[in-house]
C-alpha cells in the first residue's frame, strides 16, 4: 500500500511538472511578434522660389515632412537637401526625408526646392519669394496693354490721356484738371506732371486753378490677368496711382459701378490732412469699390473692402514696383516690390468685368491744398509722378 502511495505521489508530482512545462510554454507564445510594417511619410510637389534680381540665394521656407507608423516612436531625418529657413541657390535642390520607426523599418520621400532669378526685363512678371505662377503655366505680357515708355513717345494706339475722349467723361476733382498737356513720354519715363495755373482755366463749364492728368489705356484687361507697374510718386499733396476704371451703363449695363485700385498715395500730408490720411505719403494702399451710383439699386451706399501696408520709405523716395494678380472675380493678390503683401478677398462685389489700366493725379479734400504747398517752388522732378513701365500678363499653358 505504502510501496503504491509513493508511485501515486510520483506521477502527480510529473504531471504537475508537465503542466508547468506546458504553461511556461503558453506564456511565450505571448510576446508580440516582431513590427514588419514599413512607416509611411509624404513630401510636397515641387516648390519654385525667386531670388531677388543680382542675389544668387533665396531663403525658402516650406513644411517639413514627419512620418507616421502603427507605433509610437518613429523618428524622421533629413538626409539630402537643406532645411526649412536657409538659403538655397539658384537652381534644384533636392530634399529627401527618411523615417525609421522603433524596429528599424524605414520609408522615404523628395521634393525638389527650384530657385531662379528675378529679373526686371520685361520678359517675365517681377516677382520674389514663392513663385505664384500656377502648375503647367506661364505668364506671356500681353503688348497692347504693356508699355516700357523707350521711345519718347507718347503712344496713342495704347493709351488715353485726354478725359473729353477717354469715354469717361471725368475732367478731374476740383480744384486740379486732367490737362492732357501734363502728360509727357521722356528719358524712359511715362510723366504726368502738377501745376498751379497762372491763371485759372475753364473746361466742361469748371473754374480749375490747378494740373494733373489721367491715362487710361485703350484696350481693357480681366480677370486672370496680372498688371504691374514701376512708380515714383511727386512730392505734392496730389496722388500718384495704378488702378483698374471699369465703365458704367445705365442703359444697357454694366450697372455697377466698380473700381479697383492697385495704389494710391500721395506725396505730402499735413496738419489739415485727415486723421486716417496721415500715412499716405509713406504707404501701399490697394482698395475695391462697388460705388453707389443711381442706376445700381442693388446698393444704397458705396461699399469698399481695403487694405494697406505702412512703408519705412516715402512713397517718392524712389520707384516702387506695385503689382496685382486679378486672381478669380473674389480672390486679388497685390504685391510690392516683387513679394506678396496681402489679398482681398470677397470685395463688395463680384469683380468680373472688364477695365481699364488708369494712372490718375489728382487733388483729394482730405488732402487739400494747403498754404505752404510746393508748386511754386518745386523741381519738375518733384513736381512730376513718373511711371518707368506697366506690364500685364497673361496666364498661358506651358
Avoid at 502527480?12 to 507564445?29: G, Q
Amino acid at each position: 500500500m505504502l510501496k503504491n502511495r509513493k508511485a501515486y505521489m510520483l506521477l502527480m508530482s510529473f504531471i504537475l511538472f508537465v503542466v508547468a512545462c506546458s504553461s511556461n510554454e503558453n506564456d511565450d507564445e505571448v510576446v508580440k511578434e516582431k513590427d514588419t510594417i514599413a512607416p509611411t511619410i509624404v513630401c510636397m510637389d515641387p516648390i519654385r522660389f525667386i531670388a531677388k534680381p543680382n542675389e544668387n540665394k533665396a531663403k525658402v521656407i516650406y513644411d517639413t515632412p514627419v512620418g507616421m507608423d502603427n507605433v509610437a516612436g518613429a523618428k524622421t531625418k533629413q538626409t539630402e537637401g537643406l532645411a526649412s529657413g536657409e538659403l538655397f541657390p539658384l537652381g534644384t535642390t533636392t530634399n529627401t526625408f527618411v523615417v525609421t520607426d522603433i524596429e528599424g523599418n524605414q520609408s522615404s520621400c523628395s521634393f525638389d526646392v527650384v530657385v531662379t532669378q528675378a529679373s526686371l526685363t520685361g520678359t517675365e512678371p517681377y516677382f520674389f519669394g514663392e513663385d505664384p505662377t500656377p502648375k503647367g503655366k506661364k505668364w506671356v505680357k500681353s503688348e497692347n496693354k504693356s508699355d516700357e515708355f523707350n521711345n519718347n513717345i507718347f503712344d496713342n494706339t495704347k493709351w488715353h490721356k485726354n478725359p473729353a475722349t477717354d469715354g469717361f467723361g471725368w475732367y478731374g476733382r476740383p480744384p486740379a484738371l486732367f490737362d492732357p498737356q501734363n502728360v509727357t513720354v521722356s528719358d524712359g519715363n511715362l510723366n504726368v506732371t502738377t501745376l498751379k495755373y497762372n491763371t485759372p482755366k475753364n473746361v466742361n463749364n469748371t473754374s480749375w486753378t490747378h494740373g494733373g492728368g489721367i491715362v487710361r489705356s485703350k484696350e481693357t484687361v480681366s480677370v486672370g490677368q496680372y498688371f504691374e507697374c514701376k512708380m515714383k510718386a511727386n512730392k505734392t499733396v496730389m496722388s500718384s496711382t495704378f488702378w483698374l476704371s471699369f465703365k458704367q451703363n445705365c442703359s444697357t449695363g454694366p450697372f455697377r459701378k466698380l473700381e479697383l485700385d492697385v495704389q494710391e498715395c500721395v506725396g505730402r500730408v499735413h496738419s489739415g490732412t485727415a486723421n486716417w490720411a496721415k500715412d499716405f505719403d509713406n504707404i501701399y494702399h490697394s482698395n475695391t469699390w462697388r460705388h453707389n451710383r443711381p442706376c445700381d439699386t442693388a446698393i444704397d451706399a458705396s461699399k469698399q473692402s481695403p487694405s494697406k501696408k505702412i512703408l519705412s520709405e516715402k512713397n517718392n523716395s524712389r520707384y516702387f514696383v506695385y503689382g496685382c494678380w486679378w486672381k478669380s472675380p473674389n480672390e486679388i493678390l497685390f504685391y510690392l516690390d516683387g513679394a506678396y503683401v496681402y489679398s482681398i478677398t470677397n470685395p463688395p462685389a463680384e469683380f468680373d468685368l472688364e477695365g481699364h489700366l488708369t494712372m490718375a493725379i489728382e487733388t483729394y479734400d482730405w488732402n487739400p491744398i494747403d498754404a505752404n504747398n510746393i508748386f511754386e517752388t518745386a523741381s519738375y522732378d518733384e513736381l512730376t509722378t513718373k511711371y518707368d513701365w506697366i506690364r500685364t500678363w497673361s496666364l498661358k499653358d506651358e
